[in-house]
């Protein structure tokens, strides 16, 4: 069993994605080995046509058994540098593929797991619900893949002091469940 965990937040210690993707992998207690690729301290470049030519991002997801994931909402959506490693797994004949019925996703059998942490709210009907291009978009790119994602999720993060405690207190509590 090979978990890899990844994180994306530039926030450090102070990271609630970070604490929500730690505390997943610590439930679900691995056996085998457990590969950090933290997209902060050693980001990828963007995207080349030559960067194609370096498979081991791509080698190394696929030979993960579980991916957790952690992802801070910026602006909306997800850090550039996550987008980055997305760019790298997302290669056509690898992880999916055009067939004659429509795209067809190559890396099923993968448990990903996604620790959300987002300053606001963004249910379906609310306010900013238009604006929700993380959670959405991840789910579509992993079910593009053949993935069906799992997700915790931190939100209110930004509103107080006191409802940041509460939403990362619920969503470490979450992951209990996780190891299920
Ligand atoms: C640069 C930046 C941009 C942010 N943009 C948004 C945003 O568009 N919507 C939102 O709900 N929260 C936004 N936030 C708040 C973060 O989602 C929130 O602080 C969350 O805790 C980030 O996750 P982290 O603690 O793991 O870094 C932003 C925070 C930062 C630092």
New binding site residues.
């Given amino acids: 069993m090979t978990t890899l965990h990844i994180?994306?937040?530039?926030?450090g210690d102070?990271?609630?994605?970070?604490?929500?993707s730690r505390s997943i992998v610590d439930q679900l207690h691995p056996a085998g080995q457990v590969v950090v690729r933290d997209l902060v301290a050693d980001p990828l470049p963007h995207l080349t046509f030559d960067a194609f030519a370096d498979t081991s991002v791509l080698d190394e997801f696929l030979a993960a058994d579980t991916v957790v994931i952690?992802?801070?909402?910026?602006?909306?959506?997800l850090p550039s540098q996550l987008k980055a490693w997305l760019d790298r797994i997302l290669v056509a004949g690898k992880t999916f593929r055009y067939a004659e019925t429509g795209p067809e996703g190559l890396a099923g059998g993968k448990r990903v797991i996604v620790?959300l942490?987002?300053?606001?709210?963004?249910d379906a009907g609310s306010p900013?619900a238009a604006?929700e291009h993380?959670e959405s978009y991840l789910r579509g790119v992993f079910n593009f893949i053949g993935i069906e994602p799992e997700f915790v999720a931190?939100?209110?993060?930004?509103v107080s002091p006191e409802q940041?405690e509460t939403s990362l207190r619920q969503a470490l509590g979450q992951t209990v469940r996780l190891a299920a």
Avoid at 7 to 11: A, G, L, R, T
Avoid at 14 to 20: D, F, G, K
Avoid at 117 to 122: E, M
């Fill in positions: 994180d994306s937040s530039i926030s102070n990271s609630a994605s970070r604490a929500i952690g992802a801070p909402m910026y602006n909306f959506t620790a942490a987002r300053g606001g709210y963004y900013a604006l993380l931190a939100d209110g993060l930004a940041r």
